[in-house]
Every structure is written in structure tokens, then in C-alpha cells.
């Protein structure tokens, strides 16, 4: 109890109060000693999680730190990964348990994979013949989000009557968000057949697999996809001779073309260079001579200028393979007409660039090898033999060509039913 003082009041009677003792500095000093000795002992008996409750990162994500799960503050705490986090996958919206080594013990958190953007794509415009249809796939050109992305129309377009349309494309991302595309569908009366581009003379060696479809490609003005069909039933792959192969290709509407070609069968020299060897010899001329930023007419140029300058004319050679040719021409640097054009064969296939083999068509006088090659705006002549007369073979139309034929013995005569057009025009590529 307090110290108790004894007053008289004024009427005489004896007044006690009680004075409350209040801690004196030492006391003070004393608890908050006592206060941190707790808090010290407290630090080494008792470890605080570090670890947060939840974590969300947004879905796409490239990579997943065992420190992202610290609380704030704790920083500087050493942690790592005890679940193999190597198995979830970041670019899907999901919830997932995550256990962490942090503090000398293992510590649960879970891990919250969210999407919130909408996802992006773009569409293209097409026609389609009345009555015909329409996929998603064929209008949605490019579809670009961190999940998985569904596709579907808004409303089902109306093809049943010629006039334009517009389509509605809703995409649809793992977290539930939606984006809006649209397209012009034309609809029309479709009366005109699909086209059969690449169609070429052919030579293969018995026993050789045949690719008939290679370089092929079939365009059409509604269908996007239309099936190309190859005849080769009176192809014998076995017997050496010249067989007919015809292509056809049927759209939607069903409007047909057909283009036919012939294809050689030959027995294969008993020492014939494989085609892997000439390419990668190919290679090795196009890194001298050619830059990653040319166009394809700038490496067409720069080999037809190789070849010209580099290869020495010699009035034979042998001419059982286009590939014994190339490898000729690489390695001699020496031969006639057929050696130039197995040679810029092998550059041009090797550099991307679709090429077509054309045989002069009257050999009572001579024989002849040149190619048709297509720089992006249709197929143009493409020889570099050198002649005494004199001439430029760079990407020259059928006219130019022809005409240069006539006034020099029918020097590159040929089978026009055999081969595609060229424009009329020179090449308008820069």
C-alpha cells in the first residue's frame, strides 16, 4: 500500500489519503531490459514464416522465383523451391500448392495463376461460293495470347444469297476474356476453277522415291484449301521412259482444271552424286555471294552472275544426272549448257527459289537446258549459258525469249503446253 498522510480538517476529523507509488527510472530501465531479453529469447525459439499465403502472377510468365513468395521485408531470407515447380505449366490459368525451404523448416503457399487480357488475332477477307462454308480457321489468320485461345462465330454467317457478309469471330482466353473480330465474307456464284501452278517436267531414276507434289501449289478465288489430286497410273517406276502425270484439282463449286506433265524414268549411273552433297555445296557458294537482306530476284541475280563469271564453257559433258552436273560445275568449274543449268539448280533450290527444268523441244540441230524460275511475280526464263552470239537470260518472258530463238537457229525452242506461262511484262520486282 501507499504511504498514508493524516490531516486534520477543519472540523477536526482526521482525513487520510493514499498516494499511488508511480515506477521510479531504474524500474523503467529494468522492464525494457526485461522486455528485449524476451524478444531475443523469442528470435531463437521462435521462427516466423516468411513465406506469403498466396501469390498471383499473371498467366505467360517466363520463369518463377522461390523468392517471389517472400513477404515483404524478409528479402534477405534464403529460400528455395521444395515442390518441383518445373511441372507447372505458366501459360495455363490454374491454383497450385507450393511448399518452400526457408528458416531451417518447409513452408506451404499456393500459387495463383490468373489471365486477365484479352486475347488479340486478325482476320482476313474471302469469298465463298452461295450456298457454300465457312470455318473460323479460314477467317482467323493469327491468334496471339498467353493461354489457350477458343474461336467461334458470334452468329453463324448467312450464305445462302450472293452479297457481302459480315462475320463476328469471338475469341475466347483460359481466364474467361473476349475479343470481337470481323471479317467481309463476299458471297458470289463461283464459275471459275481453281489454278494449278508449278506443274513441270519431271526425271526421276528407277528405284528413286517420286515427289510429284513438290513445288506444287493450287490457288482458287472462294476455297482456301482445295485437294490436288495426282493421275500417275500410267507411270511405270520401274521401266526407263517418258510417262505422262496428270494434276487435277476440284473446288467447292465444283469447277475442275487439270494440267499434265511428263515425267522421265532413267537407270541411275553407277556413280551418281546424292542431291544432299550438291545442296550443301550449293550452300557454300550462296554464303560468298549472297546477304540475309537480298530479295529473291538480288540472289537470283547474284547467281546467274556466279555462274556466268565462274564457270568456263566446254562444248560436253555428261547429262545422265542433274546432280552429277552441279557437282561437274562446283568442282571443275568447266562444262557446257547442261552443267550452267544443273548447277544454278542446285543454287536456286538450295536458295529457296522454285525453279522448273525446260528442255529445248528441237535437238535435230543441238540440245539445250535452261530453267523457269518464279522471284515472286510469276515464272520468268532463266539461263545463264553464255552464247558467242552474245545475250542477257535473266528473267526473260516467253516473247523475249522466242524471239531471240527465232533469229539464232530456234536456239530455246520449247513446249509451251509443257510449262506455265510468263507475263508479258519484265519482272516488276524490285
Not at 486534520?8 to 522492464?31: D, E, F, I, Q, Y
Not at 531470407?77 to 521444395?82: A, G, L, Y
Not at 464459275?191 to 517436267?201: C, F, L, N, W, Y
Not at 536456286?348 to 529445248?360: E, R, S, Y
Amino acid at each position: 500500500m501507499g504511504r498514508e498522510e493524516r490531516q486534520s480538517n477543519m472540523k477536526g476529523h482526521v482525513v487520510v489519503r493514499r498516494r499511488k507509488r508511480g515506477l521510479t527510472m531504474p524500474a523503467v530501465v529494468a522492464v525494457f531490459v526485461l522486455v528485449i531479453a524476451v524478444l531475443l529469447i523469442l528470435k531463437h525459439v521462435v521462427v516466423f514464416n516468411p513465406v506469403v499465403e498466396l501469390l498471383t502472377i499473371e498467366a505467360g510468365a517466363e520463369e518463377l522465383s522461390a523468392s517471389d513468395f517472400l513477404e515483404e521485408g524478409d528479402e534477405d531470407v534464403e529460400i528455395s523451391f521444395v515442390t518441383d515447380v518445373s511441372a507447372i505449366e505458366l501459360n495455363h490459368v490454374g491454383k497450385y500448392t507450393v511448399v518452400l525451404s526457408a528458416r531451417g523448416k518447409e513452408w506451404e503457399s499456393a500459387l495463383m495463376i490468373e489471365d486477365t487480357t484479352p486475347p488479340q488475332g486478325e482476320t482476313c477477307d474471302l469469298s465463298v461460293n452461295v450456298g457454300g462454308e465457312v470455318s473460323v480457321e479460314d477467317i482467323v489468320t493469327e491468334v496471339t495470347d498467353a493461354t489457350d485461345v477458343t474461336c467461334a462465330f458470334r452468329t453463324l454467317p448467312d450464305l445462302t444469297a450472293a452479297g457481302t457478309v459480315e462475320a463476328v469471330v469471338v475469341l475466347t482466353d483460359e481466364g474467361g476474356n473476349q475479343t470481337e473480330l470481323t471479317s467481309q465474307i463476299t458471297v458470289i456464284r463461283d464459275d471459275e476453277a481453281p489454278v494449278i501452278e508449278g506443274v513441270m517436267t519431271l526425271t526421276a531414276f528407277i528405284g528413286d522415291a517420286i515427289s510429284y507434289k513438290s513445288g506444287i501449289t493450287v490457288t482458287d478465288n472462294c476455297d482456301t484449301d482445295v485437294e490436288l489430286e495426282v493421275d500417275t497410273s500410267q507411270v511405270d517406276a520401274e521401266t526407263a521412259g517418258m510417262y505422262p502425270v496428270t494434276y487435277t484439282a476440284t473446288d467447292s463449286a465444283g469447277n475442275t482444271v487439270q494440267e499434265t506433265t511428263y515425267i522421265t524414268i532413267s537407270e541411275k549411273p553407277e556413280e551418281n552424286v546424292d542431291e544432299e552433297t550438291v545442296l550443301e555445296m550449293a550452300q557454300e557458294v550462296l554464303d560468298e555471294i549472297t546477304t540475309e537482306d537480298m530479295t529473291k530476284k538480288q540472289i537470283a541475280r547474284a547467281i546467274y552472275d556466279w555462274a556466268r563469271s565462274t564457270i568456263g564453257y566446254v562444248s560436253t559433258s555428261e547429262k545422265d544426272s542433274w546432280t552429277n552436273g552441279a557437282y561437274q560445275g562446283f568442282t571443275t568449274h568447266s562444262g557446257d549448257c547442261y552443267i550452267y543449268f544443273s548447277t544454278c539448280k542446285a543454287l536456286l533450290t538450295q536458295a529457296d527459289i522454285p525453279n522448273i527444268d525446260v528442255v529445248k523441244s528441237d535437238t535435230s540441230h543441238s540440245s539445250h537446258y535452261w530453267s523457269l524460275v518464279d522471284v515472286g511475280d510469276g515464272w520468268y526464263h532463266f539461263d545463264a549459258t553464255p552464247r558467242s552470239s552474245g545475250g542477257e537470260f535473266f528473267l526473260l518472258t516467253d516473247e523475249e525469249l522466242l524471239e531471240y530463238s527465232e533469229a539464232h537457229s530456234n536456239s530455246h525452242i520449247f513446249d509451251q503446253s509443257l510449262y506455265p506461262a510468263t507475263p508479258t511484262t519484265d519482272s516488276t520486282i524490285e
